[in-house]
């Protein structure tokens, strides 16, 4: 969406242009700056909270929030610049550079009309494509209740007695079946992240979560790619929580598979004073400190990460941390160098680590 | 002792006085503790330290499934196990279609299972959300739950949101007996309103006498000793710490499901 906005205010027929910073990054091509703003390199306008603020300069800086953005309009003689502080050179030099609150709010309004007319459209159009998607994952679900049957026709008293029971061909089809579905789960938070909060609510114990998706993951993947799980830790918390928590293990774990350039992945999960402490560490390639801060972005992977994995998209790690989102909690990326190279790459101590609050959702 | 009774005589008038007296107060003491015994015998005193432990006592724990309706509203009645609903005990329609103007018959099940494409004739896209919004109008309490497999479509968000629980379609025989018991418990079963109401004390900063007080007058109240006014009367007194309407309401609500 930043793009978006920033492609209207920077385009020759918005014609109500003002000299911006979005999330304290100048607009270049929208109004020109204040000639005291150019040589001003600070900007501690871009820090301002709320409303307007006037600078050490006599300047005034209006602030607001769109769609998630923050959005400075700054070099201004505003409302609460006083009058007396005004000289003659700051006059001349800000001649056109007024502006009151209500222009900006107008200004603010005009945007915001213009991103929510844009946001249906791009929800409309998505809608549209996603249609073909929809018998897909019916086929899904129904792959997965007829997998569950053929289990339930053989003996045992308990679903895992019944499991056992079964020929690796029904085992496998089970499996499988199940990480469609979690597949299809993540695709659904990926185009609506308000999936993420739809379905019960459920008090589960973290650490049987994770248990039984590295024995999905391992059974599907783990083994293939010879990758190994150790469950570390104590656990017994149960936590109030969203169907789609589980999405969280799937991509953190399925995450490190992909990148771990050794065969043990260690998930440690612990009770703390907070909540459940959950770490997933591998050794991979090198994320650098301006990696981390992008990591969880949308569509975003580390420079290393694309060298050796070609078929990732950058999805997991945002739908992670878009699920930890709705569970109040974030998910925090560490990678600490082992000073030696794979292949040409820097290897590190990669952990994602998190902790779920005690009090749920 | 010749000594003490010649004090005692000495005493005479003062001697008698606290013989009169503390034979009284005897006499008072044993009359009380009797009264008291006799009234406990034969009066109804409950033991319960809340509604949740008298409703056991009582074996009201769940609620009766042969009463209780359902409707699927969908276009693909073959996702859901009907047959299965119904020999579990529930009564099950099936409705693949449905004009905005016949409404009202919905009206009268307890639970709606509403897709949203292709059920309402007027708007066969996203007929399903007005169709949840007028219920909804009329009808806040109406239990709904949101079927589809269209979770990732953002323009279908508040059908979802509106909806008092969620399902995806298809769904196996013991996933959707499952959510039908669980959103009938949470409206229809006496023990969860009974917890709702224990939990609403719970917080407060009531003594455990006064608990045990107006625990015997809820129960009065639920079992029909005395009217609605007259609970709110008899609740007076501890209207510091309880809001005694919210209260009465939580009981309404318990009372309706015995």
Known sequence: ?????????????????????????????????????????????????????????????????????????????????????????LRNDSKGRSLKLIHFEEWVKRLSLITNQINRTISNNRSEVLHCFHDPVKWATQVSINSERMINRRDGDTFSERFKNCNTDVKAIYKCSQLLVKSVEMVEVYFNPDSAAFGDTYKANIYKIFDMVQAIIFHAEGKRYNKKFRLLGRSFRSVYMYESFHIIALSLIQNSIKY???????????????????????????????????????????????????DGMGIGLYIAQEIAKVHNFTIRAESSPCNYQIENIPMAKNTFSFTVPAIGI | MKSFLDFWLELSWFANLLTIVLGAYSLYKVVMISLKFVSNKFSKEYVYSDVSSYLEAKKYSSYNKLSKSVVIVDDNPENYPVDYLRDFGFTVKVIESISLSDISQLYNYDLIILDITGIVLEDPVRGGLELLKRIKEVDPTKLIISASSKRFDPTLTDFFKLSDSQIKTPISETNLENKINEMFKKKFCPQTTASKLDEY????NISPSDKSKLMTITLKYIEGVFSGPDFLKKCSWISSELNIHKYKELTDNLKGLM
């Open chain 2, 201 to 204: 004390i719970l917080g407060k």
């Open chain 1, 260 to 310: 771990s350039k050794t065969s043990e992945i260690d998930i440690t999960i612990n009770d703390v004073k907070e909540g459940v402490g959950v770490e997933v560490v591998s050794h991979g390639p090198l994320i650098s400190e301006s990696e981390l801060s992008l990591i969880f972005n949308k569509g975003f992977r580390g420079k290393y990460a694309k060298a050796m994995s070609f």
């Open chain 1, 1 to 89: 969406m930043i793009g978006i906005i920033e492609e209207i205010l920077s385009s020759e027929d918005y014609n109500f242009k003002l000299s911006v910073a979005l999330n304290k990054k100048r607009i270049i091509n929208s109004a020109p700056e204040h000639i005291i703003c150019s040589t001003c390199h600070d900007k501690p306008c871009f820090d301002f909270l709320a409303g307007e603020e006037v600078c050490d300069n006599s300047l005034s800086s209006y602030r607001t929030v769109v769609n998630d953005i923050n959005i400075v309009a700054y070099g201004y003689l505003g409302d609460k610049v006083n009058a007396k502080a005004i000289t003659k050179k």
